[in-house]
C-alpha cells in the first residue's frame, strides 16, 4: 500500500460536524487562570417534580412495614400534642385551685405511661389471643354497666349527685373502684370490637341469612345501646359507628345498613325524649338539654343574647377559634380556658388547639387523623384473615368517628354531644383503652403477609423481640386448622369419614355405576 499524503488524510465522517475553525476565527489558548465553568443543568419542570415526588411517596407506601410505622408516628405525634395542650389547657386552673399547674398533665401522663404498657401487651399478642377474650371483655363491660345504671338511677330517685356503695362510687358516666376512676363505655367499644369481629369472622358466607346475621349480634348491641345511650348519647353514636364499620367490612347487603339507620334514628329519637325524664345529666321537670342543643344546632341563636345563658359553651367556642384566626395566639396564651369555656380540658380542647395554635395546628391535627385512617384501613384491606380486617375496620371507624363527631360540634358542623377528642381530650380510662387499640392494630400491621416475610427474612436480635415484640406468624401457616361452619338450611352436612376397613385401597378407583334403587342411592 502507498503512502499516504498530507492531502490523503481522511476527513470528517458523514453525518458529523467538522472540528475545523471557522474562517477569519482566530484561534484562542485556553486561559490556565479561568476554570473552566461546566454547564448548568437545565431546570426541570414542575410537573416532573410532583410525579418524582409521588413517586418517591409511592415507593415509601410500598416498602413491607409502611403501615406500622406510619401507625406509631400518628398515634404518638397525636399523644404528645395531647398531653402538651391538657397540661396548656389545666395550667391555669390547677395553680388557681391548688397552686400545682401541672397536677392534671400528671395524672394524664400517668395514664399515658399505663396506656404504652397495654399498647406493648397488646401489640404481642396474637389474633387467637384476641378471640377468645372478646366474650369476656363483653360480660365485663355489660356487668359494670349494669351496676353503673343502677347506683345512678338509685341516686335519682334518692336525689343524690353520687351514690357510694362500699368500695364503689357512681357518677353518672364513671365508677370508681377503690379511688381508681373507670368509664366502663370505654372498655364496651373495644369489647364490641373484638367480640363482633369473631362473631362475623366466624359466621362467614352464613351472614346472607337475616336470621344468621341478627343473632347474637343484634340483641347484644340493643342491649349495650340502652345501657351506654340512656347516660351517654355521644358515645352511642360512636358504637352505632363502629358497628356500622363493621358490618361494611364484612360485605353485608345495603338493605341492612337501612334498617340500621332506621332504628338508629328511632333510639336517638327515644333518648332524646327520656331526657326530660332524667336521662343523662338532666333532671325530671327541667328542660330537655338534649333537644336544646339539636335545637341550638338547627336554629342558631344571636351570640350576644347566649353569652350567660345555656349557650355559653357554643358562643366561647366559636369565640375561641375566631380568637386564634391563622396562627394562634401562641402556646399557653390562650384566654378563654381562663375559666371561661366549660370543660375546655376534655370536650372543647379542640378550641384551645384554634386559639392558641390557629388554623395551622388543627390542620395538623387533622391530618394525622387522616394518616390514621388511612393506616387503619390499609390494614384492614392487607391483611388476610378475616377476624384482623374486620377488627381493624372496626377500631378505625371507632377513633375516626370519635374524632369527627368531636371536632363537628366544637366548629359547629355537628351538634353538640360531650365526646372527649381521641389521644388530646384529658381522660384517663380513655386514653389506655385507645392505646391498647392501637397496640392490636399494630399487631395486625405486622401480620401483614409483606411484612411478615420481610421480618422474618431479616429477623431482630434476639433481646429486641423480647422487648418489643415476637415475630409474627408468616403467611399461610396456621397452627390449628380453621373449624368448618355446620351446614344450615338447604347445605347438606358433610359425609363422616368411613372407617380403615371400610375404606377403598389407595390406588383403586371405585365404581361409579349409579346401581340400586333411588333410596339406596341416597343414602
Known amino acids: 500500500m502507498p503512502p499516504r499524503g498530507p492531502d490523503d ?51 415509601l407506601l410500598d416498602r413491607p412495614l409502611a403501615s406500622y410505622y406510619l401507625l406509631l408516628s400518628s398515634a404518638g405525634l397525636l399523644l404528645l400534642i395531647g398531653l402538651t395542650m391538657v397540661f396548656s389547657a389545666t395550667s391555669v386552673k390547677d395553680f388557681a385551685e391548688d397552686g400545682n399547674a401541672s397536677a392534671s398533665v400528671t395524672k394524664q401522663a400517668i395514664f399515658a405511661v ?34 353503673l345504671n343502677l347506683l345512678v338511677a338509685y341516686g335519682r330517685l334518692t336525689r343524690q349527685k353520687s351514690v357510694v356503695f362500699g368500695p364503689v362510687e357512681a357518677r353518672l358516666n364513671w ?17 364490641l370490637v373484638l367480640w363482633g369481629a369473631h362473631v362475623i369472622a366466624r359466621k362467614g358466607a352464613a351472614l346472607g341469612w337475616w336470621r344468621e346475621l341478627a343473632t347474637p349480634l343484634f340483641p347484644v348491641l340493643g342491649l349495650l345501646f340502652v345501657l351506654v345511650g340512656y347516660n351517654d348519647t355521644g358515645t352511642m353514636l360512636c358504637l352505632l359507628a363502629l358497628v356500622v ?6 360485605g353485608v347487603r345495603m338493605r341492612v345498613f337501612g334498617a340500621l339507620a332506621a332504628a338508629g334514628l328511632v333510639g336517638i329519637g327515644l ?50 377559634i375566631e380568637h ?37 395546628g388543627c390542620v395538623v391535627i387533622l391530618s394525622l387523623f387522616a394518616v390514621l385512617a388511612y393506616t387503619g384501613l390499609r390494614i384492614a384491606r392487607r391483611v388476610d384473615d378475616p377476624f384482623r380486617r374486620l377488627a381493624a375496620a372496626a377500631v378505625t371507624t371507632w377513633l375516626v368517628s370519635q374524632a369527627v363527631i368531636n371536632i363537628g360540634g366544637v366548629v359547629g358542623l ?30 395486625f400491621a405486622r401480620a401483614e403477609p409483606d411484612a411478615a416475610r420481610a421480618l422474618h427474612a431479616r429477623p431482630p436480635a434476639r433481646w429486641v423481640r423480647l422487648l ?34 371400610q375404606a377403598a385401597p389407595r390406588g383403586v378407583r371405585q365404581d361409579r355405576n349409579r346401581g340400586g334403587t333411588a333410596s339406596e342411592r341416597r343414602r
Not at 365508677?175 to 369489647?191: D, H, R
Not at 330537655?288 to 366561647?316: G, H, I, S, V
Open 175 to 191: 365508677l370508681f373502684v377503690g379511688g381508681i376512676q373507670v368509664q366502663p363505655s370505654e372498655l364496651a367499644k373495644f369489647a
Open 245 to 250: 364499620g363493621l358490618l361494611w367490612a364484612a
Open 324 to 360: 386564634g384566626g391563622w396562627f394562634g395566639v401562641g402556646l399557653g396564651k390562650g384566654s378563654l380556658k381562663w375559666d371561661w369555656l366549660p370543660e375546655a380540658h376534655n370536650d372543647f380542647i379542640f378550641a384551645i388547639i384554634a386559639e392558641e395554635l390557629g388554623v395551622i
Open 271 to 320: 333518648l332524646v325524649a327520656v331526657a326530660s325524664l332524667g336521662a343523662g345529666s338532666g333532671e325530671r321537670g327541667a328542660d330537655n338539654y338534649r333537644l336544646a342543643r339539636l335545637d341550638m344546632f338547627f336554629n342558631p341563636p344571636d351570640p350576644e343574647t347566649c353569652k350567660l345563658n345555656d349557650c355559653l359553651q357554643f358562643y366561647q367556642g366559636r369565640l375561641a
Open 9 to 59: 488524510r481522511p476527513g470528517p465522517e458523514p453525518g458529523t460536524a467538522s472540528r475545523a475553525p471557522r474562517p477569519g476565527a482566530a484561534a484562542r489558548e485556553p486561559d490556565p487562570g479561568v476554570a473552566a465553568r461546566e454547564p448548568e443543568p437545565a431546570v426541570p419542570l414542575r410537573g416532573l417534580d410532583a410525579a418524582g415526588g409521588l413517586a418517591a411517596l409511592r415507593g
Open 468 to 501: 418489643w415484640a415476637p415475630l409474627p406468624p408468616l403467611p399461610g401457616r396456621r397452627r390449628r386448622p380453621a373449624t368448618p361452619p355446620a351446614g344450615r338450611g338447604s347445605v347438606p352436612r358433610s359425609r363422616e369419614r368411613r372407617h380403615d376397613d
Open 114 to 147: 399505663l396506656g404504652i404498657g397495654a399498647f406493648w401487651a397488646c401489640q404481642r399478642l396474637p389474633a387467637s389471643t384476641y378471640r377468645s377474650l372478646g366474650r369476656p371483655l363483653l360480660f365485663t363491660s355489660i356487668a359494670l354497666l349494669l351496676v
Open 414 to 443: 355537628l351538634p353538640i354531644t360531650g365526646l372527649p377528642l381521641p389521644f388530646i381530650s384529658d381522660g384517663g380510662s380513655a386514653l389506655v383503652v385507645t392505646l391498647a387499640a392501637i397496640g392490636m392494630l399494630a399487631s
